[in-house]
């Protein structure tokens, strides 16, 4: 059974500050990993993905892969009350022509100005 | 450019009708999914196409039915649902490549009546 665990939190930050999400997974076998974000009654949108150990930057957010403790994490530099969201990690166990995503249950963010 | 459109947005049906939902890409994704997703819960997989062909369905009851006519489109037939189907439906593509990362829809609410 593949699983893929975050917090449901909320996770309270003021504004200005990081934002550290998390995630643990299963399945070793996993080979990509992304970060979607989703405002309630909206679809979810991909903000960041990564499939190599390190990090990935792209403007305030940092996304950052260890296969060997099988964990991904999203630092949100300067977070916004606009990044207040449910945060959903997802894992892609990686097939040929398309990607089959295990979803976390979300972590809810919350940024207070 | 990044963009799925999905049509209706909203959708009202009573259990005895038959309806569709529509969704478009052109990027170029040879890959497409339908998700349903629950409020607060993750989305589900119902569909993969991959290539105009159907790879993956989720077990999903019979009253759902896809069809990959090109592809660009992709349409889920419903017919006899129950109320316990009102959701948000979620399209979906990704590219070919490392990740396979899926790029989502608006969704169409759809309730059930």
């Known amino acids: 059974q593949k699983e893929v665990e975050q917090n449901s939190g909320p996770l309270s930050v003021p504004e200005g500050a990081i934002a550290s999400l998390n995630c643990t997974y299963s399945d070793r076998g996993s080979q990509s990993f992304f970060w979607y974000r989703q405002y309630s009654g909206k679809s979810p949108e991909l903000i960041m993905f990564i499939y190599s150990n390190g990090d990935k930057e792209d403007g305030r957010f940092t996304a950052q892969l260890n296969k060997a403790s099988q964990y991904v994490s999203l630092l949100i530099r300067d977070s916004q009350p606009s990044d207040s969201a449910t945060y959903l990690c997802?894992?892609?166990?990686?097939?040929?022509?398309?990607?089959?995503?295990?979803f976390g249950k979300g972590t809810m963010l919350l940024v207070s100005p | 450019d990044t963009e799925v459109t999905q049509t209706p947005k909203h959708l009202v049906m009573g259990m005895t009708n038959k309806k569709s939902l529509k969704c478009e890409q052109h990027m170029g994704h040879r890959a497409m999914y339908w998700y349903k997703q629950k409020a607060k819960k993750p989305p589900e997989l119902m569909f993969v196409?991959?290539?105009?062909?159907?790879?993956i369905n989720e077990s999903v009851p019979s009253r759902f039915s896809p069809e990959c006519p090109n592809s660009s489109l992709l349409n889920l037939h419903l017919h006899a649902l129950q109320p316990e189907d009102s959701a948000l439906y979620l399209c979906a593509s990704s590219p070919s490549g490392l990740s396979y990362e899926q790029y989502f829809g608006p969704g169409t609410r759809l309730t059930v009546t």
């Open positions: 196409y991959s290539y105009e062909k159907l790879s």
């Open positions: 997802a894992v892609n166990m990686g097939n040929s022509g398309y990607s089959t995503l295990t």
